[in-house]
Structure formats: C-alpha cells, structure tokens
C-alpha cells in the first residue's frame, strides 16, 4: 500500500485526459508537457504516468509524490482531470491514507532514494570544481563529476595500471553516462568538465598545422631537388590527439595506431545516443563494431584489416578509449538492446541519473584558480612518462600498500559474496563489473593525488582505494536506480526488439509480411497477436487502409510509433546492497572502505575471478 501524507501541498501538476474517451493523457507542470498512454484503472497504466513525468522532469522525490498524488485521485475518482485548482484533492487523499492494506488502487514504482554523489573523497582540487560548478550552474554535483573522472581517466591513459596481483592488471578506462531529460544543464556541466583536455586538443591540432605548412614548404623545396640526390620525400607529421568526438570503430584503430606515445584518446559526445547506436551499425555486413569497443574497454590489443587506404593493417596494442557523454531516459531505454546486456556491453557503463534541480539565478561562479589548477593537474597526467621504449611503450604497473591491499581483500570477498546470493539479471551483471571498476576509481584518484598532492608514487595508497570502493558503490546504487526507472523484462525487451527491427525497415509492416520475414511468427496468429501487443504496450498503432479502386478487404497496418512509451513494470525489485554499510577503517592509511566495483575484466585477461581473493 502506498501511503500519501495528509498535509501534502496542491500540486504544481496538471493531469487531463488529452480527448474524451480516451486513454491518452498529458502531464504538465505550467509550461512543458508530455503525453502517454494509460489505463488509470489498472496500476501498470498509472506507473506509466509517473515515468512519462519522470522521464521529462526528473526524479525528484517531489515530483514522483505529486504525480502519484494526482494519478491515484485520478483512478480513485474516474475523474477525466485533476490539478492545482481541485479544493477537494487534499481530502481525497486523506481517504486515500487510511485506506486499506490491500488497496492496490495507487501506483507503487520500487526506486532508491537518490543517495548525494560522495564528492569528500574526491581530491581536493577535484572536489572543488565539482562543488563549485554545481553551485554555479545549479546541477548537482554527479552531472560534473562524471566528465571529470572521465577527463582524469583519459588523461592517465595507458601510461599507469593498478596491479591487484601480478596477474589482475586494470587500466585507467572509464565509460561514465549522465542520464537527464531535456533542458538539465546537461551540456553545460560537461562542457565544465572537459574545457581542459579539449584546450588541450586544440592547442595540439594548432602546432599540428604550423608543421603541416612547414611539411608542405620542405615537400616543394624536395621536389624542386635534383631525383638522384634529392633522397626520400620527407615524412608528414601526426596531429597529437586526445580527445575525439565522433568516430567509426576503424577511424579510432587508425588514430590509435598513429599515435607515437601510446597513451589512447577520449570520445566524448553530448548525446551518447549515437555513440550507442554505433556499436551495431555495420552489422548487416558481417562488422563486429560492439565487439571492438568491448576489446577497448580493457585497453587490449585492437587488429583490424581494412581494404582501402594506405595502411591496410591497423594494430593498436593497447587500445584504451574511454567515454563520456550524455543521454535522456527515454532515448537510453530504446538504445539499450537486448544484446548490448547480454554481451556484458551495457553493464560497463557507469550511470548517474541525478534530480533535476529547480533552475534559480546565482552570481556564484567557479574560481579561476580552481580551474586553473585543475587544468595543470589534467596537464600534469598528460605528461607521466610511460614505460618501456619509444616504439615499444609499456604502462607502468602500481602496487598496493599493505593498507590499501586489505581494503581491497575484504571488499572483493563480501562484494562476490552477495553476487552469489543475487537472483542474477542487469543489476547483477552491473555489479559484477563493479568490481575492476572499484580498482581503477582507486587509480585514477591516486594519480590525481600524487601529481597534486605528492601522494607516494611507487603504490596506491588506502586512501586511493577507500575513494575508488566508496565510488565503485555509488555507481552500483545509482545501476539500480536506472534500471528501476527504466523498467524493463522480458517481454518489454521482446517488444523493444521488434518494435527496433520494424523502424529499421520503414516502420510500417502487415502480419503477414512479419510471418514471412521472421520464422519466430509462422504459427497461426503469431503476427498478429505480436503487432497488437505492440500496440497495447505503447510501441505504435494500427492504420486501417482502404481498397483501391479495384476492391477487395481493407488492409491492417502497424505503424511503429517515432518513439516508443512501453507501459513498464509496476514494481522493479532493487537488491540489497551487496556491500557492508559499516566502513572498514584502514589503520595504515586512515581510510575507509565501503563499496562495491566493477569490472571483472583484468588488463591482461585472466578469465573468471574466484570467489575469494587468492593470490597467484
């Protein structure tokens, strides 16, 4: 039962029924609104109009309450409306509140509480960009916090790896997602996060074009020369690069391969939409695009053949790309198809879906000199010198202390422990991964320390690690909220699918046309019924099509819908936390530890993790 306080505010919502007869409703808030489709007589069709709220403006707990509120009254009433302007809303509630236990009339949709990003364990100069640009834009902190890891992360490059044992190597790769309706300052946080390495970026493209004039000037003054003494035409020079924005998967090989230092790159995009897209596009013809990313996600070696240009072998042996961007809930749900978490590909991603706050004027602005000082611990990363030879660099592997060993003894013991016990699906899968993910939160916060703050640079520390477990925890609280708002079983993935597969053909498609495209619908109906539980779910509609002048029967078409509203699961369960809520103290350190982790894919491959953390 859900129970709604008698002193609740009139709302600043509005939900009407768009056209008498109808189930097609829209929200509105004053100014925006959206629309979805709902039975209100049945909770799964009220659960669909607290995610179309919640997908637009957020999942703040204000918001959900208020549009409960509203829906319940809706459902309770059989009203056609309800908004600010009902005096009796609030006495409607109170009826509502003492109802009975098995009153299942109000929608329940099981989301965490929204826990603050732990910006404290951050270094200090990192902490202080997060803190302060969310009070300038008046985000919260997570939104700049992600592109910030992420900065840092591409920044290290393979130039340092956490060494768990000798044969559990983690490189510094992060793929960190905000996920934010429409209008949640999404860019300008990003744009925060990462004006360091794009200065970088282009301050590199500039020096790359003064040598290509100088390259083009000596290429004039060769020619010019006599052919037998002249010697070779000299060789063009290679823009630096670091950040990339929009890449195939062989447009990244080929930079990668060129790249002298060996350190890898940074995508970033403002809408990762495309970027998830990208992972399958060449699949029609034979292309492993998703397979690749998987491969840089570990920062293993990437060999691609190609046939055109004038490298026809592209070999990269570390291919370390991270990610960073954003996505709106609702294009996230479309884009994460059944496969993508099926290949473990979905549940690398490291999300955030924070409130959206209430935009209100500051004059507070970010401090020139935490920027600055930021900018020259971004720099200071960029110039840790790699191992090994020029031609044959190597990562230089990093050590726990002893305190920092125990930490993470302990985490990775209780962590596989409750994996276990888990009932297995997305969250599992993502905690799973949480695991390497822990350890390489723990290098990035190290590097960041040891330039700025001189911390040991011969191990990572307790401190390091107590920060990339904590961290490592959040993300796993912030999967599980997701992958509640999102909602999503089976069937709603089986219905994603088709729905996808029908857009990609032109999005209009007879039952009989899909039993003679696919084997799975040959039975007696099995179109049919499928394109009309398409229909229920929100995923598109019929169109009656009349005869042509000839005559004959009219002609049922299903038209996919632009984008799909599923009416999603009521109630998503949400695990326990997998990790101890007591914090270990690290006596060497002074730290403590409290998290999960993340990836289960070493830097060098090792196959399945035991259980219990063995030594080689």
Not at 294 to 302: D, N, V
Request: negative net charge.
């Amino acid at each position: 039962m859900t129970t709604y306080g008698t002193d609740a505010p009139p709302s600043r919502f509005r939900i009407e029924r768009v056209s008498p007869g109808t189930n097609r409703w829209r929200i509105t808030d004053g100014q925006d609104a959206v629309e979805c489709d709902a039975d209100l007589s049945t909770a799964r069709g009220a659960g669909s109009v607290l995610l179309a709220a919640t997908s637009e403006w957020g999942t703040d707990t204000t918001i959900i309450a208020e549009v409960k509120r509203l829906t319940a009254y809706l459902t309770e009433t059989g009203m056609d409306s309800a908004g600010p302007e009902h005096e009796e809303l609030r006495a409607a509630f109170r009826a509502i509140a003492g109802a009975a236990a098995d009153d299942e009339a109000a929608p329940v949709v099981s989301v965490r509480p929204f826990t603050p990003f732990p910006v404290n364990v951050l270094p200090r100069v990192l902490a202080d960009l997060v803190n302060g640009g969310a009070k300038a834009l008046g985000c919260d902190p997570s939104q700049i916090a992600l592109p910030v890891l992420a900065a840092c992360s591409a920044s290290i490059g393979n130039s340092r790896r956490i060494m768990l044992k000798e044969s559990w190597k983690e490189p510094a790769v992060l793929w960190a997602v905000t996920v934010l309706p429409s209008g949640a300052l999404k860019s300008p946080a990003l744009d925060l996060g990462l004006e360091p390495i794009r200065r970088a970026q282009g301050e590199a493209i500039r020096e790359y074009q003064e040598q290509m004039a100088r390259h083009e000037a000596d290429v004039e003054e060769w020619a010019r020369k006599d052919k037998r003494t002249r010697g070779d035409k000299p060789g063009a020079p290679v823009c630096a690069r670091i950040v990339v924005s929009d890449s195939t998967v062989e447009g990244l090989a080929s930079i990668l391969a060129s790249q002298a230092s060996g350190r890898g790159l940074l995508c970033e995009r403002d809408e990762a939409s495309g970027w998830l897209k990208s992972f399958n596009q060449y699949k029609a013809k034979g292309g492993a695009d998703e397979a690749h990313w998987l491969t840089m996600h570990r920062a293993g070696g990437l060999t691609m053949d190609r046939k055109t240009g004038d490298e026809r072998l592209l070999f990269c042996p570390r291919a370390f790309v991270s990610f960073t961007g954003t996505i709106q809930p609702g294009i996230l749900r479309l884009a994460l198809l059944p496969e993508h978490r099926e290949s473990g590909l979905s549940a690398r991603l490291l999300l955030a879906m924070p409130p959206v706050r209430r935009r209100q004027w500051s004059e507070a602005v970010v401090s020139k000199t935490v920027q600055t000082r930021y900018g020259a611990m971004l720099a200071a990363l960029m110039e840790l010198p790699m191992g090994g030879v020029i031609g044959d660099q190597q990562p230089i592997d990093l050590p726990l202390t002893a305190g920092a060993k125990a930490l993470w003894v302990d985490f990775y013991n209780a962590h596989n422990a409750a994996e276990q016990a888990s009932e297995g699906g997305d969250i599992s899968a993502a905690w799973s991964k949480l695991e390497g993910y822990a350890a390489r939160l723990a290098l990035i916060v190290y590097c960041a320390r040891m330039v700025d703050e001189g911390a040991d640079p011969d191990a990572v520390d307790g401190v390091s690690m107590t920060a990339g477990i904590t961290l490592a925890r959040w993300f796993g609280g912030e999967a599980e909220r997701v992958y509640a708002m999102l909602g999503g079983d089976a069937q709603t993935d089986e219905h994603r699918a088709l729905w996808q597969w029908i857009r990609e053909r032109g999005g209009r498609i007879t039952a009989r046309e899909l039993r003679n495209s696919r084997a799975s619908y040959h039975a007696a109906g099995a179109a049919r019924d499928a394109l009309s539980a398409l229909v229920e779910a929100g995923y598109g509609r019929w169109v009656e099509v009349a005869p042509g002048p000839s005559g004959g029967r009219p002609v049922s078409i299903f038209e996919a819908a632009p984008a799909a509203s599923p009416k999603p699961p009521l109630s998503v369960p949400i695990p326990a936390s997998p990790i101890p809520e007591t914090p270990r103290h690290d006596s060497a350190s002074g730290g403590n530890a409290d998290g999960d982790s993340v990836d289960g894919i070493a830097g060098e491959g090792i196959g399945d993790a035991p259980q219990q953390w063995e030594e080689p």
